[in-house]
């Protein structure tokens, strides 16, 4: 098992950067993936990026090119840094850590507010 702990979420102004990040209890290397997710109330969870073992980046097309997220192995920590942010970016964001078999672990979650 792993404990998945999110920070860097909070209020700001559209326009605005935030930097997310995902702090592990372990080794996130045995993981296939990690990954960024959101969930805006009554709306179900969109991924927003994936990293995967090797280094390789897939994005939401809403978050293409303003959102970037990275891996540092060696702290065994995920950052997702969200510069030009909407309004529509607000939600709860998830980290996550999925094995290539078995359940996904994900963190409690924090939240982005953006406000136009």
């Known amino acids: 098992q792993v404990q998945l702990v999110e920070s860097g979420g909070g209020l700001v102004e559209a326009g605005g950067s935030l930097r997310l990040s995902c702090a592990a209890s372990?080794?996130?290397?045995?993981?296939?993936?990690m990954g960024w997710y959101r969930q805006a109330p009554g709306k179900q969870r969109e991924v927003v990026a994936t990293?995967?073992?090797?280094?390789?980046?897939d994005y939401a097309g809403s978050v293409k090119d303003r959102f970037t997220i990275s891996r540092d192995n060696a702290k065994n920590t995920v950052y997702l840094q969200m510069n030009s942010l909407k309004p529509e970016d607000t939600a709860g964001y998830y980290c996550?850590?999925?094995?290539?078999?078995?359940?996904?672990?994900w963190g409690q979650g924090t939240q982005v507010t953006v406000s136009s």
């Open positions: 990293i995967n073992w090797s280094g390789v980046r």
């Open positions: 372990g080794s996130i290397l045995r993981f296939s993936r």
């Open positions: 996550s850590a999925e094995p290539t078999y078995g359940e996904i672990y």
